[in-house]
């Protein structure tokens, strides 16, 4: 059986059993997505790397005790874990930075996107750029539900489990950011290619 068709419930059995190449094989699988969105939300190349660190520490900790629950998906679960830290880590009042194009990781990087030449490469980068200054400039419980939704790709039903509050709430969260968006584009003359 190839990797690629092995459960992430199997590989976790493996790897409780001793297996630990199977915990290898289940962090490749999940590591882009959930330091993708660790980074989305603290904005900072180096504390998004130690919350990632943390998170599957964490992990590995419940794996090993037995106490991972088998009702929902890995991902899904990781992916709290994830933002429960990050949560935690505004608690702690830490500062959240913005994102700058002089930064040494851009998302957008990470992304399997087709090639393109060179100019439309550069509307591209344009156009991300200013997406995420939109993006960044919306009020926290907006820009938290965008960020979990095009960046995690994670369904309203999963981001209202996550953030703790109803699906109505999520979605007109989802609403009011895009018409922020929308506003802030019509105020500043933001033309997106």
Request: a negative charge.
């Amino acid at each position: 059986m190839q990797v690629a068709q092995v459960s992430d419930q199997a590989l976790i059995e493996l790897y409780i059993n001793g297996d630990e190449k199977a915990f290898q094989t289940l962090l490749e699988r999940h590591q882009q997505k959930i330091y993708t969105s660790i980074y989305l939300f603290v904005k900072d190349r180096d504390m998004a790397e130690d919350l990632f660190q943390e998170v599957f520490i964490k992990i590995i900790d419940t794996l090993r005790k037995g106490n991972y629950n088998h009702e929902g998906k890995f991902s899904q679960w990781a992916t709290r874990i994830a933002y429960n830290m990050c949560v935690d880590q505004f608690r702690r009042g830490k500062k959240r930075t913005k994102v700058s194009t002089t930064e040494d990781f851009d998302i957008f990087d990470v992304l399997e996107l087709p090639d393109d030449n060179r100019e439309d490469q550069l509307i591209k980068s344009e156009t991300h750029t200013k997406i995420r200054e939109l993006v960044d400039s919306l009020p926290q419980e907006q820009r938290e539900v965008v960020v979990l939704r095009h960046y995690a790709d994670m369904s309203f039903k999963e981001i209202a489990s996550l953030t703790q509050v109803s699906i109505n709430t999520a979605l007109g969260r989802m609403r009011y950011a895009l018409i922020n968006i929308r506003k802030m584009m019509e105020e500043n003359a933001v033309v997106l290619q």
